[in-house]
């Protein structure tokens, strides 16, 4: 489809503009228009390469005297370069596809452009005009059986550019002119009616039906738009269609599942539109699928699969294992790869081909690549010029000589077994008992107490060993080479290749924290509410003990000056731990508050983000994940702020990372806890709502496959049961990460018990992190409770809410960890400072104890410390 306009921009000129459309703006039009002069060939080349699925790049290169610039730039992904008479012949010659070349018009008069064009069915371009009626004259002489026709403005206005737009006509012009907020710019051209200038509608109330798909073109469903509608969602970046009953329609404004815009276009007949999207939360349709017409298929749902596994990698898993170990992942690829090339039936060949994806893939999300990046490649080499011959390389050609005799067949395969514990196809029983999700039970009467010990036990995590092994040389570099080194492995694991500064300073660009009003609303209760409960926590005074006449001791608290707080990113996006790590250090009086997240591909934080970093009054935000983040705040660089203390969740590499830098003492640095996967007990008797405890129990158990959720079912009869049981099965299969689920469910149990008193022993013994009290008089139950990371007290109190708004923290110990450590709080934050101070009536109190210990000690310093004073009293 041709381009509705065409913005161009100035790669001369590297000052932001102070109007017009910025690089979000751009993408959303799809198209861009770059002048290219002999100074800003290799500029034009980073550009190309930068822009890749941002949007199509049409460049005028009629200045440029070597073919060879020319057709460097078409290799490099142009869409189309804008081309003088010889350039074209030239490029003919070498056979460059002619869809790819525009002519740019020797003059304006009409005799000038009926020459230039005549014998081409080349697209043209006639720039710089001044005389619209000349232009509109030869348009309608040319008629509409034609190539595209590309136009430039002396000045451009409004009217004179829609009467181009009318006549099929591809306006250009220059960023800084156009606008996506015509109230706020308006004396700028509006994208949005030029983009609706051709539209056409046949419905009666003018509205225009709306494909709405995601980035690699799957529908996710048909809305209606109207120009209102468009503008809005220009203005916004968001997903705005227009409501036939109730106007405009924010999409997700209700249930939170926005859409970031990517683009919007007309379809051929200009009659129906495409908008282009980045679903958020749980899916495009109001029954929380990704699509209304179900779930995901294919490749597509295999990254959605994956990619919630990487958020939740799970230690010790066979998906961690490939995550996290590139030479498994390796020896996977090569395998199927070769056994895909042995395959020779149709059913093999197909067999083996789903396996060599599905390994591909998962090296793609290990790198934070996304199917829409491959087939973006994919798209940018189909128009390649420039084509290699093609051959194998020699080590593929003829397998390489053993230099041990051995031949590579007769070399052992490594057996990888998937754990138990992840469902790998639908027919894996892991989390089933006769088909349904079902947890184990034990009826603790009928069982030793050992073996309750046993069930007990949490699934088993793997040697850190390795994941250290990774991790040092990583610190080591950054501690030596600084930012240069951060930046250096921000774009090899992150793909953030556009990055030149690898911390974004305070104070944040209003732009960088665009975000939904509903968004905003949520975070700012959280914020308060989480804000209330730590400045609930502050000492209102310092301890003062006069522990015998003249010996007075005494401890008051001050902040820790300088904390960091790592908060995970890539795919993931979660404000709730900015807030969780940044309220209580802002509250504890922290001076410097330095957040760390790793950013996007296109090397952005998220604007959920960046708000709550604004709001915790973060000095900056490191741009950096994994050990490199957690070096950068131990040891500082040139731009990132050395830290006292780093706080926050993360893999296994950052728990590494912090367990490392904490033992160093040149680094200076504490952490908050271990980490451990997520868990719940749930303690239950015959008062509680089945459905209720399901649901809290499903809540962890979709963290990742070694979560362990425990159900203490106190005195239930086995309908009681069974109506749990019942429910957690039909929920669970309801979740779009019901695999996950399972993995979970797998190693999880139910234990049926007489007494809350033998429950609540229970609870203890295990030391969970979560606890929800679904039993009567729950709030009295409180008094048994002596390990737990945090508490959820009557059956109106989900484990949610904690993790999200209630007020408490929801960073805990897990593991067991409960029986030694709080959970984060504004304790961590803060550290206590003791004072001595006597008189000589205390010193002659206190004084020959003092003495008397220090010789036994045999510490005579010690000793003369205080016989010195006692002289001269």
């Known amino acids: 489809m041709p381009p509705a306009l065409l913005a161009s921009i100035d790669l001369a000129n590297n000052t932001a503009p102070s109007r017009g459309l910025d690089a979000q703006a751009l993408s959303f039009i799809g198209k861009v228009f770059v002048r290219v002069t002999p100074d800003t060939v290799d500029q034009t080349l980073a550009h190309l390469q930068q822009s890749v699925g941002r949007y199509a790049n049409y460049l005028g290169v009629a200045s440029l005297s070597s073919i060879d610039d020319v057709v460097s730039l078409l290799d490099a992904g142009a869409a189309k370069v804008f081309v003088t008479r010889q350039q074209l012949d030239q490029l003919l010659s070498l056979q460059i596809d002619q869809n790819r070349l525009v002519l740019a018009l020797p ?44 136009v430039s403005f002396a000045t451009p206005d409004l009217d004179s550019v829609l009467r181009i737009s009318k006549l099929s006509a591809i306006p250009i012009l220059p960023a800084p002119w156009l606008t996506v907020d015509a109230q706020k710019e308006a004396s700028l051209l509006s994208v949005g009616k030029l983009l609706m200038a051709n539209a056409t509608s046949d419905r009666p109330d003018g509205l225009f039906s709306t494909i709405v798909t995601d980035e690699r073109g799957v529908a996710l469903g048909l809305v209606y738009s109207s120009e209102e509608s468009v503008a809005e969602s220009l203005r916004t970046g968001r997903g705005v269609y227009q409501s036939r009953k109730r106007g405009l329609w924010y999409k997700g404004e209700s249930s939170g599942d926005v859409q970031e815009l990517v683009s919007i276009s007309l379809d051929c007949d200009n009659d129906c539109l495409r908008f282009v999207v980045r679903q958020k939360g749980r899916g495009f349709c109001h029954l929380a699928t990704p699509t209304c017409f179900g779930g995901y298929t294919g490749l597509s749902r295999l990254q959605q699969t994956l990619q919630s596994r990487k958020a939740s990698a799970p230690t010790g898993s066979y998906t961690a294992r490939l995550f996290n170990d590139p030479q498994l992942l390796r020896a996977k690829i090569l395998e199927e790869a070769t056994e895909l090339c042995d395959a020779t039936s149709k059913e093999h060949v197909a067999f083996e081909a789903a396996d060599l994806l599905y390994f591909a893939l998962t090296k793609c999300v290990a790198s934070g690549v996304s199917l829409e990046d491959v087939e973006r490649n994919l798209d940018a080499k189909s128009i390649k010029v420039k084509r290699r011959k093609g051959d194998a390389k020699p080590a593929f050609v003829k397998p390489p000589a053993s230099t041990n005799g051995a031949t590579n067949d007769s070399l052992e395969k490594e057996v990888v077994k998937e754990a138990a514990s992840i469902p790998k196809t639908k027919d894996d029983p892991a989390g089933l008992q006769n088909g349904r999700i079902f947890m184990k039970r034990y009826i603790t009467a009928r069982e030793t107490p050992q073996s309750i010990q046993a069930v007990l036990q949490r699934p088993s995590q793997r040697s850190s060993d390795k994941i250290i092994a990774i991790c040092q040389p990583i610190i080591e570099s950054v501690k030596s080479r600084g930012d240069a080194a951060v930046l250096e492995y921000t774009h090899k694991f992150e793909k953030a290749t556009s990055l030149t500064s690898p911390v974004l300073k305070a104070p944040f660009h209003e732009s960088l924290m665009q975000l939904a009003p509903e968004t905003i609303k949520a975070i700012d209760i959280s914020f308060e509410n989480i804000r209330k409960f730590h400045a609930a926590q502050k000492e209102d005074k310092p301890l003062v003990v006069e522990t015998m006449p003249g010996v007075v001791c005494s401890r008051f608290s001050r902040p820790i000056e300088r904390v960091g707080l790592y908060v995970p990113g890539g795919t993931a996006v979660l404000p709730s731990t900015a807030l969780m790590l940044g309220v209580p250090a802002l509250v504890a009086g922290c001076k410097k508050i330095v957040l760390a997240s790793p950013p996007r591909a296109d090397g952005s934080i998220t604007p959920e983000i960046v708000y709550a970093a604004h709001k915790v009054g973060a000095e900056a935000i490191v741009l950096a994940g994994g050990a490199q983040a957690v070096a950068a705040l131990a040891y500082g660089t040139e731009s990132i702020s050395k830290v006292d203390k780093i706080l926050g969740p993360g893999n296994q590499f950052v728990t590494a990372a912090k367990m490392i830098v904490s033992n160093d003492t040149n680094a200076g640095v504490s952490i908050d806890m271990p980490a451990g996967p997520s868990e719940v007990l749930v303690v239950a008797d015959a008062s509680a709502n089945p459905a209720f405890v399901a649901s809290d129990l499903l809540s962890q158990a979709e963290h990742g496959v070694d979560s362990q959720v425990i159900l203490i079912a ?49 609870s203890n013994q295990y030391a969970p992190e979560h606890l929800i009290l679904q039993v009567e008089n729950s709030e009295s139950i409180v008094d048994y409770v002596e390990n737990a990371g945090s508490v959820f007290i009557g059956q109106w109190t989900p484990e949610s809410v904690g993790d999200y708004s209630a007020g408490v923290n929801h960073s805990l110990p897990t593991f067991g960890y409960a029986k030694q450590y709080s959970g984060v709080n504004l304790g961590s934050y803060i550290k206590h400072i003791t004072s001595s101070n006597l008189t000589k009536e205390g010193l002659r109190n206190v004084g020959g104890a003092v003495m008397e210990l220090a010789r036994v000690e045999e510490l005579e310093a010690h000793r003369r410390a205080v016989s010195l004073r006692l002289g001269f009293l």
């Open 714 to 762: 106190v005195g239930l009869s086995e309908t009681q049961l069974t109506a749990i049981e019942d429910e957690l099965h039909a929920q669970a299969n309801a979740l779009p990460r019901v695999d996950i689920v399972r993995g979970a469910i797998e190693h999880s149990i139910t234990l049926v018990v007489d007494t809350i008193e033998e429950g609540m022993r229970l």
């Open 107 to 150: 003059g304006n008069t009409k005799e000038e452009i009926i020459e230039a064009i005549g014998g081409t069915q080349v697209d043209v371009y006639s720039h710089q005009v001044t005389d619209i009626e000349l232009v509109e004259a030869w348009l309608k002489e040319y008629g509409t059986d034609r190539p595209e026709v590309f």
